[in-house]
């Protein structure tokens, strides 16, 4: 969380830092002069600026969220499987655009930023590497969450596989 107020003795130690900081920037003038300027946001105390030093997410990321997500994404894994078992017959029968994943709303939730960093920074899912993942909408979320629903189903039948039943059942649930 970015903080309203700073001691006086907490805005000496960050402007110290930054100032270091920009002195081991060598040439990169850019990146010296930036943290030239928090070192003076901090050391003058210009609240309203803080947001321009704390740049750290606002809130944790709950475990929840975390799992969930990476649910959706295992999810997605096992749908593509399934779809590669089908004949073309059936994929064309299929309304597969409806499951298709798109993302999550970067504005309204963290499963965004979670997928983002699990995607780009730690290598998973790479068959989304290439995505815009901001889907702009918070309704991708619902329709993953019924979907998951359907998964949960065949897991309940000890099946971990979906097979063609379950993505006719995933794009009549949405």
Not at 6 to 35: H, M, P, T
Not at 69 to 88: F, G, Q, V
Not at 160 to 168: G, P
Request: glycine share 2%; net charge negative.
């Amino acid at each position: 969380m970015i903080p309203k107020q700073l001691s006086i003795v907490e805005r000496q130690i960050l402007a110290n830092q930054f100032e270091i900081l920009s002195k081991l920037c060598g040439e990169d003038e850019y990146s010296a002069r930036d943290f030239e300027k928090k070192s003076e946001i901090v050391k003058y105390g210009y609240t309203g600026e803080y947001s321009e030093v704390f740049d750290v997410h606002i809130d944790e990321i709950p475990h929840e969220i975390c799992r969930e997500t990476n649910e959706i994404l295992n999810m997605y894994r096992r749908i593509e499987t399934a779809k590669a078992k089908l004949s073309d017959d059936e994929k064309r029968q299929l309304d597969l655009n409806k499951i298709k994943f798109e993302g999550f709303d970067a504005n309204n939730n963290s499963h965004y930023h979670y997928a983002k960093y699990m995607i780009e920074n730690l290598d998973k899912w790479q068959e989304h590497k290439e995505m815009y993942l901001n889907s702009h909408s918070e309704f991708p979320l619902m329709k993953y969450r019924k979907m998951l629903a359907i998964q949960e189903k065949a897991f309940s039948e000890n099946r971990y596989e979906l097979n063609l039943e379950d993505l006719k059942e995933m794009i009549a649930s949405i």
